[in-house]
């Protein structure tokens, strides 16, 4: 199978090949393997392979899998392949190994998707870019200098460029819809607790962080959710396996009434610029979803925004405290000898003074945004918003600066982070993570299944994505949506082989 011929399809396209006997398994996966050595070079989006370990699994996957030995990668976080390297993009991790597989990952394999590597990923998932000390910087395959995104930047580029046709992901604040809005991909997080984190988690991030993947096309986003959806046996939501995510996408979606907004009441205390490339996708998208029928009408959900902010980097706050214990238990070095970055450092030493009465108030908030959200949806089925204030950053843009590092060696001063967090330190973090990327986490918090959608390139060639947020468990009417609206000419997924020399 030549290189080109195989990066024209997606998963689906590339199962039913190996079903009608015009390609095997074998070659399709030397095939991915060229793809990834040729390109992975320049574009740094994988951070290991594991050739002869998944060749081994390959030649045990019946062609009557639901995707028959199609090449994937999965992410270096969270997704755990039993006795191989899971640094979590991090130094601190290098040398660690989780002792058994995800739940995810046994799933993946028993639907047929071969795992040959790993993809880039921020210091413990924690940016929207993707820029760790630890490994190289993965480009965004449609322009060079660019970012892909985060935390699922590795995987974004890995298949904008055609190394793999879909790629796993994870996403705790926007980190499946942020890289498939700037590298021109369907991105589609889940309803919380629709995809287990088992056995090592019961839920991360307090149940904001859900996995799934990053896709060329809904019907491959439709198909593995089919397939890895349910809960585990320990929990700790009782999320029943569903069926029927394929089948939707065949039935014609019913008249809906969508609420569409620019996104201020998530982004005004943030001071958030909404760049003229991203107002027109968003009516773009409004007016593509009025002539299939729908009722659209602009209009602001009741949440306060900075509250939003408030709540997620609270709860970031503190969650980061407690997973660098974790790293440190794991690892037997002491959280202030830990190889971690400056910035790591300086949030985890804030977070361990956070008191828990505010990780609490923060929690608590979650519960009224989603009344909040409930109470919406009993008028609109669907919100369209942003994903992003603009195309996708330069590398180095939004990653702190070295002076800014050096301030935040400072908070190593006894006393100091108490200081800091009573000063108001909250709001500087919320500017500083969120002002690119404000509309994303409403849905984290809520637990209502969110997507990215590829409707617009912007005229520098980055593309632009939508996000659609749907009722909390509704993920197949918004799959459903998303398979209508990947009929319209406005849609236009982004695969760029050729971007720049590799």
């Not at 029943?240 to 996408?249: M, P, Q």
Request: charged fraction near 20%.
């Amino acid at each position: 199978m030549y290189l080109d011929d195989y990066q024209q399809y997606d998963a689906t396209g590339l199962t039913d090949l190996i079903r009608r006997r015009e390609v095997s398994q074998a070659e399709m996966f030397n095939a991915a393997m060229a793809a990834i050595e040729t390109l992975n070079p320049s574009l740094h989006a994988v951070v290991r392979t594991r050739y002869d370990k998944a060749k081994h699994e390959r030649d045990h996957v019946s062609e009557s899998a639901v995707f028959a030995g199609v090449p994937t990668l999965s992410k270096d976080l969270l997704m755990a392949l039993a006795g191989e390297p899971l640094a979590f993009g991090s130094s601190s991790l290098s040398a660690w190994c989780p002792k058994q597989d995800s739940l995810l990952i046994q799933r993946v394999r028993e639907a047929g998707l071969v795992v040959v590597g790993q993809t880039a990923t921020p210091e413990l998932g924690l940016m929207g870019i993707t820029e760790p000390k630890a490994f190289p910087h993965p480009q965004n395959p449609c322009r060079k200098g660019h970012s892909p995104g985060g935390s699922s930047g590795g995987a974004a580029a890995a298949v904008a460029s055609g190394m793999v046709p879909i790629a796993l992901a994870g996403d705790g604040g926007g980190s499946i819809r942020i890289p498939a809005s700037y590298c021109g991909l369907f991105g589609f997080k889940p309803s919380r607790g629709r995809v287990p984190l088992a056995p090592a988690h019961g839920e991360v991030w307090q149940g904001a962080v859900v996995e799934h993947a990053i896709t060329r096309s809904v019907r491959d986003s439709a198909a593995l959710l089919e397939q890895i959806n349910g809960m585990a046996p320990s929990g700790p939501y009782p999320v029943l396996r569903e069926t029927g995510y394929v089948a939707a996408l065949s039935c014609s979606s019913k008249p809906l009434r969508i609420a569409v907004s620019m996104g201020g009441f998530l982004s005004r205390s943030l001071s958030t610029q909404v760049s003229a490339d991203v107002t027109i996708a968003v009516e773009k998208a409004a007016k593509a979803l009025a002539e299939m029928g729908h009722e659209v009408e602009w209009c602001d959900p009741p949440v306060d925004g900075e509250a939003v902010a408030d709540s997620y980097l609270t709860l970031y706050l503190g969650h980061l405290a407690a997973d660098l214990q974790w790293v440190s238990q794991q690892t037997g070095v002491p959280v202030h000898r830990l190889a971690i970055e400056p910035a790591t450092r300086a949030i985890g030493r804030l977070g361990a003074k956070l008191p828990a009465r505010d990780y609490e108030l923060a929690k608590r908030y979650w519960n009224t945004a989603a009344e909040q959200m409930s109470q919406f949806h009993q008028r609109y089925d669907a919100l369209v918003l942003p994903v992003a204030a603009d195309t996708a950053p330069k590398i180095g843009e939004l990653y702190p600066t070295a002076a800014r590092e050096r301030l935040m060696s400072l908070l190593a001063i006894p006393g100091l982070p108490t200081l800091a967090l009573k000063a108001g330190m909250l709001k500087h973090l919320a500017v500083d993570a969120l002002s690119r990327t404000p509309f994303t986490q409403l849905a984290n918090l809520t637990g209502q299944p969110a997507m990215s959608v590829p409707f617009h390139v912007a005229d520098n060639g980055l593309p632009v994505g939508v996000q659609v947020i749907g009722r909390l468990g509704e993920d197949k009417q918004l799959l459903q949506l998303a398979a209508a609206m990947e009929q319209h000419d406005d849609w236009q997924c982004c695969v760029c082989p050729q971007a720049f020399d590799a």
